[in-house]
């Protein structure tokens, strides 16, 4: 098959550049893997997206997100977000696509205030933004007769020039990307895509850590397949925990909001004692990323599951009042936090690098593009501001579908390499397998690459996860594939992305924090050959 654009992952990011490089004329494919709308960062967001405030301006907006990216953000990036995100949310999200922000009763928009913003600027709809969001942005698709959605199908690897092609003159050419190998998971058909212009958009990466708020579409596939082909990677390090995330094993860490430390309520372990007074004087209401290691550290200690937030010396009805959504989640779990305390556990939340990109979405191969929570424009630096990726989103998927327009009118007679079809094995997947190697990804990257890194720890996780990678390429070589085998290939890859980052950045800033005390004590440096391959 061939397109002019083959869009990869149908979040936020993806939806917005799919949909406006069709509205400029493209053919565009776009890749969704799964019906479940649930598999996708963008339908979780809860709190809300950037818009502006009274006495708001992008000089304002810029410095807070420079702030907040601990000395590593561009400036460059944090500008363009911040002079073109409120007017593009007010374009496309509100008038083109309709989303239902919250109004005040006087018509104007509810807009609130979030941590580490110097004003209110942000607009909810409710504390269901994301899905509000997801839901106008797929009926928006689906109306347009240029986009092609193929459901469910999952990209398997990207095809370049010199990777792929038939012709062995086309490894001379420079790095470029002609399309996909993409799984229809309903056939179990794996199909050659050929596009002039490819787009990753496949999200985030939470699901290498035991806990997360991400669903289970964020396995760094996007990280795994621009690493094969050769791209650059920038900021993998950086990944960001949320302090406190319900915990409850069998379902998602949903988000218990931070605002509830704000209005009182105490962080204890299981025996109901307070532990953050030892951590920090500001205990309970100490920054976010010092609760996060706070508990991990009390978690290693006590060998418990999870620690407990305790609202319960509040009125019942005011915590009804206060936290509707939190009530209802917990309660709907068999939990009442006005009567029991609320099992909580850090949970990696947002990967702030991923795969290079300028600011219009270019990524280091021709003709491949990232956008999203999978790209790296360097606007988040070594943290994040509260609210700014449903806006990157926006703002970088728009960008690149006007440079991906330009590119298509520049080359109209794309030719194409010829390329051999995919090879299916027969042997059936192990389930059992893949269930526990994933166990094993999870776990090293929580206990030995998550909140508190060493270089111990981390050389212990290169071990483990290279010997694994070579289990898993012999286990993928052999077996049918499948979603999940996908799945893993990536994940093993992207949490190797990771960990090489880490051990490679040996500065411990924003959600990089590194243990140097062993180090010191031993006086030992990185050896040359732990350096990223
Ligand atoms: C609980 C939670 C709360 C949040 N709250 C906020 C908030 O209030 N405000 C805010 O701005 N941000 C928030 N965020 C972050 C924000 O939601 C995400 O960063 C953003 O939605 C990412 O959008 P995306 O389009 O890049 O990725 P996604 O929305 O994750 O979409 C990526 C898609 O690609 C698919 N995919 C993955 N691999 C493949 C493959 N190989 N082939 C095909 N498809 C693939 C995935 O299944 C998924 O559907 C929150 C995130 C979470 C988890």
Same mark, same amino acid.
């Not at 307070?274 to 205990?283: N, S, Y």
């Given at each position: 098959?061939?397109?002019?654009?083959?869009?990869?992952?149908?979040?936020?990011?993806?939806?917005? $550049?799919?949909?406006?490089?069709?509205?400029?004329?493209?053919?565009?494919?776009?890749?969704?893997?799964?019906?479940?709308?649930?598999?996708?960062?963008?339908?979780?967001?809860?709190?809300?997206?950037?818009?502006?405030?009274?006495?708001?301006?992008?000089?304002?907006?810029?410095?807070?997100?420079?702030?907040?990216?601990?000395?590593?953000?561009?400036?460059?990036?944090?500008?363009?977000?911040?002079?073109?995100?409120?007017?593009?949310?007010?374009?496309?999200?509100?008038?083109?696509?309709?989303?239902?922000?919250?109004?005040?009763?006087?018509?104007?928009?509810?807009? $609130?205030?979030?941590?580490?913003?110097?004003?209110?600027?942000?607009?909810?709809?409710?504390?269901?933004?994301?899905?509000?969001?997801?839901?106008?942005?797929?009926? *928006?698709?689906?109306?347009?007769?240029?986009?092609?959605?193929? /459901?469910?199908?999952?990209?398997?690897?990207?095809?370049?020039?010199?990777?792929?092609?038939?012709?062995?003159?086309?490894?001379?050419?420079?790095?470029?990307?002609?399309? @996909?190998?993409?799984?229809?998971?309903? $056939?179990?058909?794996?199909? $050659?895509?050929?596009?002039?212009?490819?787009?990753?958009?496949?999200?985030?990466?939470?699901?290498?850590?035991?806990?997360?708020?991400?669903?289970?579409?964020?396995?760094?596939?996007?990280?795994?397949? *621009?690493?094969?082909?050769?791209?650059?990677?920038?900021?993998?390090?950086?990944?960001?925990?949320?302090?406190?995330?319900?915990?409850?094993?069998?379902?998602?860490?949903?988000?218990?909001?931070?605002?509830?430390?704000?209005?009182?309520?105490?962080?204890?372990?299981?025996?109901?004692?307070?532990?953050?007074?030892?951590?920090?004087?500001?205990?309970?209401?100490?920054?976010?990323?010092?609760?996060?290691?706070?508990?991990?550290?009390?978690?290693?200690?006590?060998?418990?599951?999870?620690?407990?937030?305790?609202?319960?010396?509040?009125?019942?009805?005011?915590?009804?009042?206060?936290?509707?959504?939190?009530?209802?989640?917990?309660?709907?779990?068999?939990?009442?936090?006005?009567?029991?305390?609320?099992?909580?556990?850090?949970?990696?939340?947002?990967?702030?690098?991923?795969?290079?990109?300028?600011?219009?979405?270019?990524?280091?191969?021709?003709?491949?593009?990232?956008?999203?929570?999978?790209?790296?424009?360097?606007?988040?630096?070594?943290?994040?501001?509260?609210?700014?990726?449903?806006?990157?989103?926006?703002?970088?998927?728009?960008?690149?579908?006007?440079?991906?327009?330009?590119?298509?009118?520049?080359?109209?007679?794309?030719?194409?390499?010829?390329?051999?079809?995919?090879?299916?094995?027969?042997?059936?997947?192990?389930?059992?397998?893949?269930?526990?190697?994933?166990?094993?990804?999870?776990?090293?990257?929580?206990?030995?690459?998550?909140?508190?890194?060493?270089?111990?720890?981390?050389?212990?996780?290169?071990?483990?996860?290279?010997?694994?990678?070579?289990?898993?390429?012999?286990?993928?070589?052999?077996?049918?594939?499948?979603?999940?085998?996908?799945?893993?290939?990536?994940?093993? /890859?992207?949490?190797?992305?990771?960990?090489? @980052?880490?051990?490679?950045?040996?500065?411990?800033?924003?959600?990089?924090?590194?243990?140097?005390?062993?180090?010191?004590?031993?006086?030992?440096?990185?050896?040359? /050959?732990?350096?990223?391959?």
């Amino acid at each position: 098959m061939e397109t002019d654009v083959l869009v990869i992952g149908s979040g936020i990011a993806g939806g917005i $550049t799919a949909l406006e490089a069709a509205q400029a004329g493209a053919r565009v494919t776009l890749l969704h893997r799964s019906f479940d709308p649930e598999k996708k960062n963008t339908r979780w967001a809860q709190g809300g997206i950037i818009f502006t405030g009274p006495g708001d301006s992008p000089d304002l907006l810029t410095q807070d997100i420079v702030s907040a990216g601990a000395g590593v953000t561009l400036p460059a990036a944090a500008r363009a977000l911040a002079e073109q995100g409120p007017r593009l949310v007010q374009e496309i999200l509100i008038d083109k696509l309709g989303v239902p922000f919250n109004r005040r009763p006087d018509g104007e928009f509810d807009i $609130t205030e979030e941590g580490a913003h110097s004003l209110p600027r942000i607009l909810h709809c409710e504390d269901r933004t994301g899905m509000r969001i997801n839901e106008s942005l797929m009926a *928006a698709i689906l109306a347009e007769p240029r986009i092609t959605l193929r /459901q469910p199908a999952v990209a398997i690897d990207l095809l370049t020039l010199s990777h792929h092609s038939r012709n062995p003159l086309d490894m001379y050419e420079p790095n470029t990307c002609v399309g @996909a190998y993409v799984l229809d998971r309903a $056939t179990g058909r794996v199909e $050659t895509i050929l596009a002039r212009e490819t787009v990753l958009a496949t999200g985030g990466l939470g699901e290498l850590y035991l806990h997360t708020t991400n669903p289970d579409g964020a396995r760094g596939d996007g990280i795994a397949m *621009a690493y094969r082909a050769g791209a650059r990677l920038l900021n993998l390090e950086f990944v960001q925990f949320h302090p406190t995330a319900l915990y409850y094993p069998p379902g998602p860490r949903f988000l218990i909001s931070e605002s509830m430390r704000g209005e009182g309520a105490r962080l204890v372990l299981r025996n109901g004692k307070e532990f953050m007074a030892r951590h920090h004087p500001l205990g309970s209401l100490a920054p976010r990323d010092v609760v996060a290691r706070a508990i991990h550290d009390e978690l290693l200690a006590s060998g418990d599951p999870c620690v407990y937030l305790d609202l319960t010396h509040k009125n019942a009805d005011w915590i009804r009042r206060r936290f509707p959504s939190i009530y209802a989640e917990c309660l709907k779990l068999g939990l009442d936090i006005t009567r029991q305390p609320i099992p909580v556990v850090p949970a990696a939340h947002y990967s702030c690098g991923g795969v290079a990109t300028d600011l219009d979405g270019r990524t280091t191969i021709r003709r491949l593009w990232a956008v999203g929570e999978v790209a790296c424009t360097g606007l988040h630096g070594a943290n994040r501001l509260a609210s700014t990726s449903l806006l990157e989103g926006l703002v970088f998927g728009v960008r690149a579908a006007r440079e991906i327009g330009a590119a298509l009118q520049k080359n109209e007679d794309a030719v194409f390499p010829p390329i051999d079809p995919w090879v299916s094995q027969k042997e059936p997947s192990d389930p059992a397998l893949i269930l526990q190697d994933w166990l094993t990804i999870k776990y090293t990257m929580w206990n030995y690459v998550g909140l508190a890194r060493t270089t111990r720890r981390m050389k212990r996780a290169q071990k483990i996860l290279r010997e694994l990678q070579t289990e898993v390429e012999d286990f993928y070589a052999r077996s049918r594939l499948d979603d999940a085998l996908i799945g893993l290939r990536n994940g093993v /890859q992207a949490a190797l992305a990771v960990l090489y @980052a880490a051990l490679q950045d040996r500065t411990s800033r924003g959600s990089h924090y590194l243990d140097r005390s062993e180090d010191e004590a031993a006086g030992s440096q990185l050896a040359p /050959q732990d350096a990223p391959i």
